[in-house]
């Protein structure tokens, strides 16, 4: 690791933990198995075993793993290990390295966030020297920045787990403070299927992509209504839900009428609404508005709906359990919400285990070339980590 100027100090071993971290190119679209195997070895060399949850192509794996008492519902500590894509971003350093200077240590993962995961595995001997009255649970995913995809074959398993989870910590990069709430995602990928026809004759044809740009237009009417109708809530630094509509493709030649055009858009919907809410009024246009116009010239055309990832957003009441043990730890009485989601979610909705999001790292930092966090946020999530095993040892888990 390269050092430019002083930084506040960090253990020696979170640091050796981060750098290995880093160097495996975990982006969504390569393998995480080398990751995996290494996290694996690591525990299994403190007598700790672990099960190892593959994908159907056996190419990933989820890792989860319980130290402390075996026959008690704990505390789960869970990260991704996917990263995104460096492509087209210009890094002025080696983004699967580590490097630090004026108090941040730059690589890809470092924020989102194999940062917290390296400062879990470095507590590992602390919460095996602990008589843990509760045990700490270790979940690791993967596919998480492609739509929370890896952890849905963890959460089959853990369904069956004769002991689950009390409680979540899902460490996405919050500077540590402690989130309860955030919003759900689905997304949809709309194939138009239109007639093709010389450019010179086009009421022999039918434009697909003109009737993809009307249903744009539908979908930023849609949109335009909710800051109008609700709800809202101003908990959310965008208070209310959102519609967007992303990468567009269609038409061949200008002189050709299209057949074919299709795009994917998303809805961003506050925890207790619906995406179906939505989706359900641009269905009804495409059917009611676009098709019978489509049909009139050719009853073959068509406007086909592909569902995309998506999940469920957050909501634990700001008064629940894990909320209040997070804020004690912490010392604030402060909880917030994110429009940007998490496995938080999934964890709550599919196996209810109540969750918050809390990591070291800013969000403004993830994705983006020279990703960093700053050395102070590993120091303060370190510490927590450092109080909950703490208070494992001292008293068990609040209930409610």
Known sequence: MSTTSEAPALDSGLIALLERLISFDTTSRNSNLDLIAFVQQYLADFNIASQIVHDESGAKANLYATIGPQDRRGIMLSGHTD?????????????????????????????????????????????????????????????????????????DVLRDHPVTPLMGIIGEPSEMKVINAHKGKQGWRAKVRGRAAHSAYPVEGVNAVEMAAELICHIRRVYADIPERGPIDDGYRVPHSTLHVGPIQGGRALNI?????????????????????????????????????????????????????????????????????????????????????????????????PCVVCGPGSILQAHRPDEYIKTDQLSQCWNFISNIITHLQQSPLPTD
């Open 257 to 353: 009428v299209p057949d074919s055009c299709e795009f994917s858009f998303e809805v961003r919907h506050l925890p207790e609404e619906s995406a179906q809410h939505y989706h359900q009024q641009i269905l009804e246009f495409a059917e009611q508005t676009l098709l019978p116009q489509m049909h009139k010239v050719d009853p073959e055309t068509s406007i086909v709906f592909e569902p995309l990832a998506g999940y469920p957003g957050l909501q634990t009441p700001a008064d629940a359990a894990v909320v209040r043990f997070c804020q004690k730890l912490l010392g604030s009485d402060v909880s917030e919400k994110i429009s940007f989601g998490s496995e938080a979610g999934l964890f709550s909705d599919q196996v209810k285990i």
């Open 83 to 155: 990263v995104v894509p460096v492509d087209g971003q210009d890094w002025t350093t080696d983004p699967f390295s580590v490097v630090e200077k004026d108090h941040r240590l730059y690589g890809r993962g470092t924020a989102d966030m194999k940062g917290f995961i390296a400062c879990v595995l470095a507590k590992v001997p602390e919460m095996l020297q602990a008589p843990l009255l509760n045990p700490i649970h270790i979940a690791l995913s993967y596919d998480e920045e492609i739509g929370c995809i890896g952890v849905r074959r963890l959460l």
